[in-house]
């Protein structure tokens, strides 16, 4: 329930961590580990996630406006009822696959892949 507003988090280790409804603006997770880590009903608007380890992380319910996830690992992670954007979406499907061991959700369930 924090804020990282503008935050350079880049290489920073949340793995396993709460951050459930935090709030993230303008800020860079780069080559973060946030596997595992719980990001439900969070809002997280232009954040970048490029290269991040977001294995198995939760984002149910997460606000993801304008987020970036370029070659970050979704193995596991579960985006059910995220707001995403739909190209981004589109992106993730392409890699994505997995199930979430908290939520029983796969990866590709929760993105609407086809």
């Known amino acids: ?14 793995q396993r961590a709460n951050l459930s409804g935090t709030i993230i603006t303008k ?7 946030l596997s595992g880590a719980n990001l439900a009903g969070t809002f997280a608007d232009r954040v970048i ?6 294995t198995n992380t939760n984002f149910t319910d997460a606000i993801l406006t ?9 193995t596991g992670a579960d985006f ?9 979406a589109k992106l993730m499907c392409e890699r994505a696959d997995g199930v979430n061991p ?13």
């Open 49 to 54: 996630f490029a290269e991040a380890n977001l």
């Open 27 to 33: 800020a860079s997770f780069v080559k973060a580990n």
């Open 80 to 88: 059910s009822g995220a707001i995403l954007d739909t190209y981004e």
């Open 102 to 114: 908290e939520t029983g959700v796969s990866t590709r369930d929760s993105l609407g892949c086809r």
């Open 66 to 74: 304008s987020s970036r996830f370029l070659n970050a690992l979704i």
């Open 1 to 14: 329930g924090t804020s990282f507003a503008g935050a350079n988090m880049q290489e920073a280790n949340f």
